[in-house]
């Protein structure tokens, strides 16, 4: 590799490298049978080394899969939605494919019931615990509500340098901060992208 190859930006691809297509039937973890509704690219968002494993900030690791659920095992209409890397999800034979769309013909209502649920999951929840009188989570959290709808953890704390002296370690805290963001979401130097932050007073 030539020094130019060693430094060259790595640049995002959006080509899917599963073999699941949107529209295709699966299982999974979580029991049931699921539909694949949208497939976003999986990047590595820091450098990882451990047993064995290893890759670069920037490395493609593979596809993200947002599932709606339809059916429990038994074939009994169920609703749900989760997100979960593609490698973990197996496409359902053709008999299965063929009963589901026999059991949604059948049951008109559960068919749009399973059309009208949400198409997104709950997001991800990133938690920093901090040491807070009353007054001043307060006076943050009427900060937080000016953010950009995107952004960065190096540039949220850019923004509340002066709150960072108030995190600790449990189980001496007040308040919990939680910042919320979808695992696809990222910005072009890899780094996860953050939405709708707010504060809430710890009552354990």
């Known amino acids: 590799m030539g020094m130019f190859d ?61 599932l709606k659920k339809g059916f429990t095992p038994k074939m009994k209409p169920s609703n749900a939605c989760e997100f979960l890397d593609a490698k973990n999800c197996q496409p359902v034979s053709h008999d299965t494919a063929m009963a589901i769309e026999a059991a949604f013909a059948e049951n008109p209502k559960a068919k749009e019931k399973f059309d009208k649920s949400p198409n997104l999951p709950n997001p991800s929840v990133y938690s920093v615990r901090m040491s807070l009188s009353d007054d001043q989570a307060d006076s943050f959290a009427k900060l937080l509500s000016d953010l950009p709808e995107r952004y ?37 130097h890899f780094d996860p992208l953050h939405f709708g932050a707010e504060i809430k007073k710890n009552f354990d």
């Open 6 to 66: 060693a430094f060259r930006k790595k640049e995002k691809t959006n080509q899917p490298l599963t073999a699941l297509k949107i529209g295709d039937w699966v299982t999974q973890y979580s029991a049931g049978y699921w539909k694949v509704v949208a497939i976003f690219p999986k990047y590595a968002d820091e450098d990882y080394s451990y047993n064995g494993l290893s890759w670069k900030k920037g490395d493609r690791l593979g596809d993200w899969v947002v």
């Open 152 to 188: 960065t953890s190096d540039e949220f704390w850019e923004r509340f340098a002066d709150y960072k002296q108030y995190i600790v370690k449990p189980p001496h805290y007040t308040h919990i901060l939680y910042l919320y963001s979808y695992l696809w979401e990222i910005n072009d």
